[in-house]
């Protein structure tokens, strides 16, 4: 039987720090607080960054045969500005390029600009196509709105209407 992790986390340093830079410190933890929370579970930057290394030899000490892997902190799926989209992209290329040196031990999750979901649609679309990713992780509300909300709605009617 073959053991597959699903929201594994690589952290792509640049983007994140432009997140921070764009939007400022997520709500709810100051930023020391959030460091300290996220060594526990990213403790080796190595693993964190790069897919292959240290977080292979982890993989192969625990018996994890695949990961799905998405963007995980300071991911600019929460952004609320127009660099989003081109924040995304940049990770998916670099998430895929990544996955592209150990193909039979990573996948990955498509991580996509709710700021506009016109440019979401088609990269989830670019993502899974090209890029040949199985999917998307994201949260369930984006600036307190549910994604069920009118502003994600991209049905025919609502866009010839």
Known sequence: MRIITVEEHFE???VSEKVLQLGGPPNGLPLDALAAFG????DDRDAATRLGGHRLEHMDAVGVDVQVVSHGN???ISLAAPESVELCRRVNDALA???SEHPDRFRGFATLALYDPDA???ELRRCVGDL???GAL????FEGL??????FDRSEERRVG
């Open 97 to 99: 390029q990544q996955i």
């Open 39 to 42: 060594s526990v579970f990213n």
């Open 74 to 76: 300071g991911s600019p």
């Open 138 to 141: 994201i949260a369930g509300t």
């Open 12 to 14: 792509h340093p640049e």
């Open 132 to 134: 040949g990713f199985v």
């Open 120 to 122: 979401a649609s088609e």
């Open 146 to 151: 549910f994604l069920d909300d009118s502003r």
